[in-house]
């Protein structure tokens, strides 16, 4: 099967559209955006308009429905922007929020879906600590059932939307030690007991917002408990499975891009009265 069979007409309109969006809303300000270090808030909006933050969501909410071959698609022309920090921000709700809609209840999804596809609310993933990332079933942020709460205490680092998310997915210890006492909860922005530390500087990606969240005695409602207490490692593993495919595609459009930059100076560029291209070792460096 050749990669083009993988997508149908339904996946070409998708790939005109985040094209044309990125064409439009994103290229003429994307430099000024990486070195300010953000983007405005408004472009969640633009891109909720346009449809690109529903690709994937589940249909009762107005989103596309699972379609990976239509992520992929728009992810790969979405990586065309040429910053794959705006690319993450943006696309923080990829991570975040299908926990939410497979195994949330009825009035969480209800409540947090539309208003992260509709771009009015961001969503972010919080799992990993200071402590380390890799090794997930070690994770200390510790979440004690107190009544009808649970009371988190510990810290992540590294969160995509750390800083402007709204809603966040977080990963807690409920357990024993081990993969088998993990669970998720979602936790508001306003929680009391719950603050955003440092907007983290980057040696790339700078138009993402990454950072540092802590917990000292937040008090997070038991209904806000995403899938099974002690069940969130499954969960967890499970929506990796799609932000890996998403990184890989994000690599190799970005490598494709590099690809095509290159091409394009090489028979611009002159030197010694002919054009790069015209040199054998570019050529063979380049092939
Ligand atoms: C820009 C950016 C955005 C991020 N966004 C998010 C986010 O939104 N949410 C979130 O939760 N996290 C996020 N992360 C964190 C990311 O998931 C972690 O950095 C990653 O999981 C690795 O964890 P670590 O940095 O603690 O490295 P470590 O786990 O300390 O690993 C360090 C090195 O050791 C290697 N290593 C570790 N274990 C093994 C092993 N068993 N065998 C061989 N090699 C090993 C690793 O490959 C790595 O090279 C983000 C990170 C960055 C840089």
Not at 34 to 46: C, D, I, Q, S, T
Not at 53 to 58: C, E, F, M, R, T
Not at 124 to 147: F, H, K, Q, Y
Request: hydrophobic share 40%; aromatic share 10%.
């Amino acid at each position: 099967m050749s990669a083009l069979e993988y997508f149908n007409d339904t996946h070409q309109m998708v790939r005109e559209t985040v094209r044309k969006f990125v064409e439009r809303e994103i290229l003429p300000h994307v430099d000024d955006w990486e070195e300010a270090g953000e983007f405005p808030r408004e472009l969640y909006h633009k891109a909720a308009d346009a449809g690109i933050l529903s690709i994937n969501a589940p249909e009762e909410f107005g989103g596309t429905g699972e379609d990976v071959f239509m992520k992929v698609a728009a992810c790969e022309e979405l990586v065309r922007c040429s910053s794959g920090g705006l690319c993450a921000s943006l696309g923080s709700l990829d991570i975040g929020l299908p926990p939410i809609w497979k195994w949330g209840s009825d009035a969480m999804k209800q409540k947090v879906v539309p208003e992260v596809i509709g771009g009015q609310k961001i969503s972010a993933l919080a799992i990993t600590e200071p402590n380390g990332g890799s090794d997930v079933a070690n994770l200390r942020t510790r979440a004690v059932r107190d009544g009808d709460h649970y009371v988190v205490n510990g810290a992540k680092t590294f969160i995509t939307s750390g800083v402007r998310a709204d809603y966040y997915t977080v990963a807690v210890r409920t357990g024993d030690k081990g993969y088998g006492g993990i669970s998720l909860l979602l936790v508001e922005k306003g929680t009391p007991g719950f603050s955003v530390g440092r907007k983290l500087k980057k040696m790339g990606w700078w138009a993402s917002d990454t950072a540092e969240l802590f917990f000292e005695d937040c008090r997070v409602p038991a209904e806000n408990l995403i899938g099974p207490e002690n069940g969130g490692f499954y969960c967890i593993m499970s929506n990796f499975q799609m932000e890996r495919l998403i990184l890989a595609v994000t690599a190799n459009s970005t490598a494709q891009l590099a690809l095509d930059e290159a091409m394009r100076y090489v028979k611009e560029r002159e030197a010694f009265g002919r054009p790069l291209a015209g040199f054998q070792v570019t050529r063979h460096k380049l092939a």
